[in-house]
């Protein structure tokens, strides 16, 4: 990095070590003018960066602007993504303090106090090119940090203008703007390895190479881990029901979060009424001859063709070659047997190509599910649906995922829904079962340092009976 300092000044340029280190002198100038320890002021912040793309006419826009600068997913599911994530993020943050005290253990004699983290890196995926760095520069400031945003390259000319309304919502409450900025353009590799190593915290959603580099980093970092989620639907499952669910999640903006159906792991008994309800919901079913077109399309050199994923049913349709139905499916389903590298179907797809098992009975649909995790995505989710919650409870037990979502279109709920308790999010750890340092959706506890005030209480020491007493009795003394 010295060795290109110096270069840079030799010609004239700014080194990227130097627009870093510009960018983090400016945030933290940002974080010293900003109130952090005023839990009014820090929310009003907050809100003004969430109305910036909730507006209706960010909304569209910057939805607009994704689809045309990426070529991902569609206009319609990227509005609703821009309001829905922001709003539902709003909603929590806005529940509770992260400043100052924020609890107090009389009995424990604890009192906690809540201060910022730094300097925030958030690393963003090109499929989220808005929502996800509002998401998390709300969380970010929620703490009372800054943020600087390195977006994936492709995507750099719609997140730039997301940052920009960012900006100019917090100038209008008269915050800093610089509580949230932009790595400027090229965004290198090198550029957003300087800036994970540069600042105090680092979060990354997308690339698993960063991830990596993040973990690497020498600093504290949160990296997420790639989904690939199955879905069971067991004998006593509501199958239209299921159906309509599973066709509104898979289609949403083109299947491109992490989130979408991969699989669906259909229990024998079952199986023909539930592909016939898919087919009702705008499923079509290919055969044997168009599931190998379609793998051989969907699939280059190994890797995910990017001229298909993410792209419309229609275009999938021609492109895949399908006649008939397929020309007003919503999806498409291939059936497989085969999982691991040898069967990419078994793996995430980023496109409206959903694969299909059959499941002997539960204990084998769980199996199943289990071995596709284990080839990817392991730790991030899985779904059920089923009128047996000893079902879902079993899941819950046997499989090391995070989450498990009963009865819920996977998409909507895996990052926080108003009708479950997950906290809002577009960014969802995985545990150490994917390398993840975090168990949980992303959300504001992950952007606080807390500091614990201790004070003595009447002493809770017991007898030594009472601690060893079972095992004295036991095994002896």
């Known amino acids: ?14 080194s990227t070590e130097e627009t870093v280190s510009g960018l983090i002198e400016k945030a933290r100038e940002a974080m010293a003018l900003f109130e952090s320890h005023d839990q009014a002021r820090i929310d009003e912040a907050v ?3 969430a ?4 507006r209706p006419e960010s909304a569209k826009a910057l939805a607009e602007l994704a689809v045309e600068t990426t070529g991902l997913g ?5 509005i609703i993504k821009n309001q829905r994530k922001t709003f539902g993020t709003l909603r929590d943050l806005m529940r509770v303090r992260s400043t100052g005290i924020i609890e107090e253990l009389p009995e424990k004699g604890l009192v906690k106090y809540a201060k910022p983290v730094g300097v925030v890196a958030a690393v963003t995926p090109s499929t989220n090119p808005s929502a996800t760095p509002v998401n998390k520069a709300m969380m970010a400031l929620k703490g009372g940090n800054a943020v600087i945003i390195a977006p994936s390259p492709m995507a750099w000319t719609a997140t730039n203008a997301t940052i920009e309304a960012m900006r100019a919502e917090l100038a209008k409450v008269g915050a800093p703007r610089d509580l949230v900025q932009i790595l400027p353009q090229p965004v290198t590799r090198e550029a957003t390895t300087a800036l994970i190593g540069a600042a105090d915290l680092s979060v990354v959603t997308g690339s698993q190479n960063n991830v990596r580099r993040a973990y690497s980093s020498g600093k504290p970092a949160i990296g997420v881990g790639a989904g690939n989620a199955p879905v069971i639907i067991d004998a006593s499952a509501d199958l239209d029901d299921a159906a309509q669910m599973i066709c509104a999640s898979k289609i949403f903006d083109n299947a491109t979060s992490c ?3 991969n699989s669906l792991i259909i229990l024998d008994e079952v199986y023909d009424e539930a592909i016939a309800a898919l087919i009702r919901a705008g499923g079509y079913m290919a055969s044997e001859d168009e599931g190998r077109r379609i793998v051989d399309l969907l699939w280059r050199d190994g890797n995910l063709n990017r001229h298909i994923i993410a792209k419309d049913a229609s275009v999938l349709a021609q492109a895949f070659g399908l006649a008939g139905d397929a020309g007003s499916a919503k999806f498409f389903m291939v059936e497989e047997t085969g999982i691991g590298a040898g069967h990419p179907l078994s793996g995430e797809k980023l496109s409206l190509v959903l694969t299909l098992y059959r499941a002997k009975d539960f204990a084998d649909a769980k199996r199943i599910g289990s ?3 284990d080839h990817l995505g392991k730790g991030h989710s899985i779904g059920i649906h089923t009128a047996n919650m000893d079902h879902a409870r079993e899941l819950a037990k046997d499989i090391d995922v995070v989450r498990v979502l009963v009865n819920q279109a996977h998409t909507f709920g895996n990052g926080g829904g108003f009708n479950n308790g997950l906290p809002f999010t577009l960014t969802m750890g995985c545990g150490t079962w994917q390398g993840n340092s975090i168990t949980d959706n992303l959300n504001y506890t992950c952007f606080l340092n807390i500091t614990h005030l201790v004070t003595t209480i009447p002493e809770d020491k017991p007898a030594e009976e009472d601690l060893f007493g079972g095992h004295w009795e036991k095994y002896g003394k």
Do not use: D, F, H, R
């Not at 990095?1 to 700014?14: D, F, H, N, S, V």
């Not at 109305?51 to 909730?54: E, H, N, T």
């Open 1 to 14: 990095m010295m060795a290109q300092a110096t270069a840079a000044k030799q010609t004239g340029e700014i």
């Open 47 to 49: 809100t003004a960066i």
């Open 51 to 54: 109305w910036s793309l909730y």
């Open 74 to 78: 569609n206009v319609p599911s990227k």
């Open 259 to 261: 989130s979408s159906e």
């Open 371 to 373: 071995e596709i995790l």
